[in-house]
């Protein structure tokens, strides 16, 4: 277990290293930020001082070896347009994406695993083909124009819930959260709901599936045979079998959640960090993108390990990093 | 357009099917009445049939080419649906802020979808498949290279990967097909290889080695053509889902460039006037956009469901 995580681990430092690079190099090559930066107006002086602040006059290599410096102590450099770290510019956006990324997946997890029980028990009736009908739709629905099409019906015609911003938020543990306060909620309820339609597509999709082999089990006929209730049945029986694969899709999704949210984030003025992420796209702060990415992917290394070992301890079966042999 | 994946299930509805059912049924005609099992799926088939047709003819059948100047009029800006223009014509769908009637629009943003996801999904498909193939062939560290690389590109969500590309790469079309390719070929290159080491175990593969045909032709000649099936799901899948990657991304802002508006930029473009309630610039586009996604998974999901061997009945 611990030869296991130590070699995640190199592995995890090795991607991240390598991304840093690639990322560097691309950023690179998007242009120079300081026509942007500088007032037109600045005179050659001006722009050659400001380069030279920014350490833009370097080489390619002398920037990335000042950045791996930098990073190494927790330094990801200066955001070119706020001129704050772009660390602490990234973590105090954080857990307003954490948040709705969260509230979505609660969404989904609490209604997608009760319809995709439904449909998966009664896949024939008229219940079940709705559940199915509606799951493809959510898969079809482009999540950016769903959010448009909320917009339209709950802010603009019938004028129940606000478009944009966090609303009013209260400090737990010293962060910020919204979903405490009435308008907070107001505020979260479409890009939540916006956020989670796919992941409750999907896993509807998945019960669905997992339902409908496991009651053909012989432990299923078997319990049945005991006696024991319906309720029983599905709810220990069923519902503990399916859920191994279940939890770890739900774990891989957590990921891909937070980078969606960029585009919930966008539409809804979600002060996140998918937000950040596009503004400084558009501006060319280098190093806030950067930074981005490396706390993005740090992110999803942590999540992915987590689930691996959560997965080992929900199913005897697994056995981490195949090499069992050691025991 | 000729695109095999998506003119192969087209075979059924283009031509009717005598004696599909029963008599001496050939793999072809058996798919075909296999397909035509479920009524959802021909729905599908049929809708993403008039979704190409559209797309492909979209010149010919749009009431005004919305992208030639000379023939936009600035007053008929922002009309509803239904309402006259100065000149007598009825705009069904309303017109955007440049005065565009929105039906041509959408006929000619279908078209550029289109073509985005097809094209990009065509060259995934082409690499991905060199790379699968090649890494069950030889096996051995080309095997762990190219499958690292694999894993490690599809443990993070693909529109992470696209919206980077695109910040680095800038707008235009080939930047986005380039973008959606490199999202995508990971997926082909995992469901090649897979299905390409179950099959190198057989005897027909022995037999050629047996013959010593030359490495490229068992590969080419008798390994690929039985890995198919499956590709064939996962490319259906994934034409829709680089569809709806390419609008998204022309949505925020990232993908195509305002010269030629996918259905995804026509969204965008009407995003800033649905809060003063001018909600057909965005709506319709968006319907046609989920249409087409629809159909294609319709389709998509029959065809799984008729290659998986596991559900043979």
Known sequence: MLAYAIRRLGQSLFVLVLMSFLVFIGVFAIGDPIELLVNPQADEVERIRATAALGLDKTFLEQYWVFLKGAASGDLGKSFVYN??????????????????????????FLGIPLGLVAGLKPDSLVGRGIMAGSILGFSLPTFWVGL????????????????????????????????????????????????????????????????????????????????????????????????PIVTVIGLELGSVIAFAIVTESIFAWPGTGKLLIDSINQLDRPVIVAYLLVIVTLFIVINFVVDVLYSMLDPRVRLGGAAAAH | MSDPILSAPAGPLAETTPGAKGGVAGPWSRFRADFAESRLALFGLALLVVILLVGLLAPVISPQNPYDLAQLDIMDSKLAPGERSADGSTYWLGTDDQGRDMLSGIFYGLRISLGVGIASTVFALAIGLVFGLVA??????????????????????????????????????????????????AYYARTVRASALVERQKEYIEAARVLALGQARIVFRHLLPNCLP????????????????????????????????SLGLLISNG??????????????????????????????DQLRDILNPRLRK
């Not at chain 1, 704050?84 to 997890?109: C, D, G, N, Y």
């Not at chain 1, 099409?149 to 010293?174: D, H």
């Not at chain 1, 916006?194 to 496991?214: H, M, Q, W, Y």
């Open chain 1, 84 to 109: 704050v770290p772009a660390l602490s510019l990234i973590l105090q956006k954080l857990p307003a994406t954490i948040e709705l990324a969260f509230v979505a997946m609660v969404m989904a997890i």
């Open chain 1, 149 to 244: 099409v909320l917009i339209m019906v709950f802010s603009v015609n019938l004028g129940w819930l606000p478009s944009n911003g966090r609303g009013e938020t209260t400090l737990v543990a010293g962060i910020p959260v919204s979903f405490l306060t009435l308008d907070g909620l107001a505020h979260i309820a479409m890009p939540a709901v916006n956020l989670a339609l796919f992941k409750l597509s999907l896993l509807i999709r998945l019960t669905r599936a997992g339902t409908r082999e496991a009651v053909l089990q012989d432990y299923v006929k078997f319990a049945r045979a005991k006696g024991l209730t319906q309720g029983r049945v599905i709810g220990v029986h069923v519902l503990k079998n399916i859920l191994i």
């Open chain 2, 136 to 185: 069950a062939y030889f096996g051995g560290w080309v095997d762990t290279l190219v499958m690292r690389i694999v894993d490690i590109q599809l443990s993070f969500p693909s529109i992470l990967i696209a919206l980077i590309l695109l910040a680095v790469l800038g707008q235009g079309v080939d930047k986005i097909v380039i973008a959606l390719i490199t999202v995508q070929w």
């Open chain 2, 230 to 261: 499956p590709l064939i799901v996962v490319a259906t899948v994934q034409v829709a889902h680089a569809i709806a990657l390419e609008a998204t991304l022309s949505f925020l802002g990232l993908g195509l460039p305002i010269t030629e508006p």
């Open chain 2, 271 to 300: 995003f800033q006037y649905l809060l003063s309630g001018k909600y057909w610039i965005s709506f319709y586009p968006g319907i046609a956009l989920l249409l087409t996604i629809m159909a294609i998974n319709l389709v998509a």
